[in-house]
């Protein structure tokens, strides 16, 4: 109610111009996987494999570099607001969102949206609900939630180093990641702290006409009692050479441990854990509705793992892709790929995954 009264007086003052945007999307894809059912996420519409993804954005400017957005969305992370901020544009090189954000850690983070990447799963660093043997007694996820939603402030802005080169920046200071001995993303969606400690982060990219290298970083204490802290960062590549994209990140986490803990398989000696991921991607465009990608990711675990769980202190997982998109028309595309996943340091069976997806997007 207070916001909607402060909305309606801004507008009343001579010089705004209230001017809406909408978007929005829509996907859903199917995973077959071979041999025994593997522990994955569990699909929102009752049917082992079947996943889908809707989201809906507004963006209000109402004048005078004043601008509102919202985004709500759902899947396997329920009904949520993945974006809920107002923004002051004050100057190129210096500009405000406060709110509800899409914390800027990475490259993949600007295009989590399924509409927006090529294929029908997201790269492994980022993966959530695309984690085979995702629980705690496996990998736990990847090492960014994809999209990474928190509760902030955010200073961004670009400074001109060339006719054809430019540098961009964004500082922020949010709620953080929440866990208990490890992170978890669901919790760390809530929109209490569960801490009285905020995390801080930065992402820096310096982009040229058809290149862009970058890196983030981000730390915080993500525990009840402010004791137990991560620290994580990330590098970034993108080009464009002719019909070809290429993509590449790297990224790791370093998280501690509990030493109160019952239920190591060891003697604990070093009370964290490492985790590093990365993705390398090639995007072929022969035609302008179609575009073949080949894809190599995987994560790796270095550490005591975690009580009760079934990894060794030196465990990974890699994934092959081959994929396909296929744009029917300019808001329908079908995405299709092919999978292999192997495991070491991990009881887990090679596996075998074909994926067939649908995306609207307007």
Not at 47 to 72: D, M, P, R, W, Y
Not at 88 to 116: I, Q
Not at 301 to 315: N, V, Y
Request: hydrophobic share 45%; glycine share 10%; proline share 5%.
């Amino acid at each position: 109610m207070r916001a909607t009264l402060l909305l309606t007086l801004l507008l009343s003052f001579p010089g705004y111009a209230f001017d809406a945007i909408l978007s929005g999307s829509a996907s859903v894809d199917y995973r077959f996987i071979s041999g025994l059912n593997p522990q994955q996420n569990p699909s929102p519409l009752g049917i082992a494999g079947l996943t889908f993804e809707v989201a809906q954005k507004v963006v209000a400017e109402v004048g005078h570099g004043v601008s509102f957005t919202v985004k709500a969305c759902g899947g396997c992370h329920g009904l949520e607001v993945d974006q809920g901020f107002g923004e002051v544009r004050l100057k190129r090189f210096f500009n405000v969102r406060v709110g509800r954000l899409n914390v800027p850690f990475g490259e993949f983070t600007l295009r989590h949206d399924p509409a927006n990447f090529t294929t029908p799963s997201k790269p492994l660093p980022y993966a959530m609900g695309d984690m085979l043997e995702y629980g705690r007694v496996g990998f736990n996820l990847g090492i960014v939630p994809g999209p990474y939603v928190d509760n902030g402030v955010e200073a961004f802005g670009s400074f001109s180093l060339s006719a054809t080169a430019q540098l961009d920046y964004a500082v922020y200071v949010v709620k953080g990641l929440a866990g208990d001995n490890d992170l978890d993303f669901a919790r760390s969606r809530s929109y209490v702290d569960n801490n009285k400690s905020p995390a801080f982060g930065a992402r820096v990219v310096l982009t040229g006409d058809d290149w862009a290298v970058g890196g983030s970083v981000s730390a915080g204490a993500y525990d009840p009692k402010d004791a137990l802290w991560y620290v994580m960062g990330g590098l970034e590549f993108y080009a464009r050479v002719g019909r070809f994209v290429v993509r590449a990140e790297v990224l790791a986490r370093r998280t501690d441990l509990d030493p109160a803990a019952e239920g190591y398989a060891f003697t604990l000696i070093d009370s964290w854990f490492l985790k590093a991921g990365w993705y390398a991607q090639v995007d072929w465009s022969p035609r302008p509705e179609l575009t073949f990608i080949v894809r190599s990711d995987g994560l790796h675990r270095l550490g005591m793992p975690l009580p009760f769980t079934d990894l060794s202190q030196s465990a990974g997982v890699q994934r092959q892709t081959a994929a396909m998109m296929v744009r029917t028309h300019e808001h329908l595309a079908v995405k299709l790929d092919y999978e292999l996943w192997t495991f070491v340091g991990a009881p887990f069976q090679t596996r075998h995954v074909a994926r067939l997806g649908l995306v609207v997007g307007y």
